[in-house]
């Protein structure tokens, strides 16, 4: 089981540290889109954790839709991540307050530039039919 760290209740799981140190580097651009993300053994080295906490971590990657794992080759850095529905962050307020619908700020945190074109504002007379 992976060293958690602060101690106490706030305590962050090792697994948990390394998966975010891992999704950092995604983001950062120093794993880039098609990129191979280390191997089990290297992150073990690297972290000086158990395989079993490494495993879990990756779970935590995967789960985030940055990186796809093929069987046999490893896991590889994603083009882009999806777009995803979370109806926790939908509609916090500080979306709200900051102005941003739900879909600007999903597709933000995916890493799409998404943008709102206004076509018409007035009146218009409606068809009889």
Do not use: C, N, W
């Not at 093929?70 to 991540?81: E, L, N, Y």
């Amino acid at each position: 089981m992976g060293t958690a760290v602060g101690g106490g209740r706030g305590a962050v799981p090792r697994y948990v540290q390394i998966a975010d140190d891992i999704v950092q580097q995604i983001r950062a651009g120093a794993l880039k889109a098609g990129d191979m993300v280390p191997s089990e053994s290297e992150l073990v080295e690297r972290y000086g954790v158990a395989g079993g906490t490494v495993r879990k971590a990756m779970l935590e990657v995967r789960a985030s839709g940055l990186v796809e794992t093929r069987h046999g080759k490893g896991s590889f850095v994603k083009a882009r991540p999806p777009v995803r529905h979370r109806s926790s962050d939908r509609f916090r307020r500080t979306h709200r307050q900051e102005g941003r619908a739900a879909y600007l700020a999903e597709s933000a945190q995916s890493g799409a530039e998404a943008s709102v074109s206004m076509l018409f504002r007035g009146p218009i007379v409606a068809p009889e039919e």
